[in-house]
């Protein structure tokens, strides 16, 4: 028997590299190793998006990223997180059991207050508890986590032992994986951003992924092609990293001794990351041409989601004494 994983992806729409390198990547490779539930948590959005219009296509263009990146619907559940009603059924039930006082010191609540003072809604504070809910309305008993989701996950711990303590013993005590999950930044040296526009889609053309990368900063001290530079400071170099890992030293040394250019440097990391990202456009150009084949895959993962989630909600409610 294989171990149930969840995780879920906010719908912040198209996937760029950063999503790749960080979350997407490891959910394909763990598609063999645990029973994977995956989901597009379009409900979470909800907490932050107050325009709500594009959601819908928003949501769309993720499933399309996460399918051609290799999630294969024969292996994993793939849904949306709305298409199964349960997980704000148990929110509510878990709602009951979590302190309030758990939910203000969560730091991600404190950050989101600062990023939206005019908005601090209910949902946004009780955000852990329906965290909370997708992990154990599946009964996962592995989560995939970066450092900074760890206070989530001890949260839905905290709340699985006084949940089992207080009723029946429904839910597994969920394990983080700790995932070192890359820092990748921005084409400017920044955090990526879809405002900025700093950041590479995973869906743009092997053109327009060039050009992006010839407007990459480089080691900024580095004015002249004769000038030796320094791949430490140097987001290309980070990039070659991940996309080139077989040059990254070959690349470090001429870097140093100006035996390559920025530009000839770049175009090598280009020539890799289309390499890479090639088959997952082709994925992709062909699921945008069948959206009934997407719009079932996501119907029959919500059916095969929802079987457990009922089965897990009739021991809730047992364990609670509803009749
Ligand atoms: Fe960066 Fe490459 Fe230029 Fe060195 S040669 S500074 S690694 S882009």
Known sequence: MKKRIF????????????????ALQNWVRMQDEYDCVYSVVDIHALTSLEDTSALGSLTHEMVLDIMAAGIDPQ???????SHVPEVTELNTYLSMVTPL?????????????????????????????????????YKA?????????????????????????????????????LTSFPVVLGLDGEKMSKQTGNLIELAITAEQTAKKIMGAITDP??????????????????????????????IAGKCRSA????????????ERMNHELEPIRVRRREL????????????EGAEKARAIARKTMSDVRLAMGMV
């Open 259 to 270: 035996a390559i250019g920025c530009v000839d440097c770049k175009k090598r990391l280009a």
């Open 101 to 137: 006082s758990w939910l203000l010191r969560v730091p991600t609540f404190k950050e989101k207050v600062k990023l939206q003072p005019h908005n601090v809604n209910y949902g946004l504070v009780g955000y852990p508890v329906l965290m909370a809910a997708d992990i154990l309305l």
């Open 7 to 22: 995780s879920g992806m906010r719908p912040t729409g198209r996937l760029h590299i950063g999503n790749y390198l960080g």
């Open 288 to 299: 945008e041409q069948k959206p009934e084949l997407v719009k079932l895959v996501l119907e």
């Open 221 to 250: 001290s580095r004015k002249y092609r004769s000038d030796p530079g320094n791949p430490d400071v140097c987001n290309v170099y980070r990039l070659h990293g991940y996309f080139n890992a077989a040059e990254v030293e070959e």
């Open 75 to 81: 292996k994993s559940i793939l849904f949306v997180q």
């Open 141 to 177: 008993e592995v989560v995939p986590v970066g450092q900074d989701q760890i206070p989530h996950l001890e949260l839905t711990r905290e709340i699985v032992r006084r949940f089992n303590t207080r009723f029946n013993p429904v839910f597994p005590e969920p394990e983080g994986r």
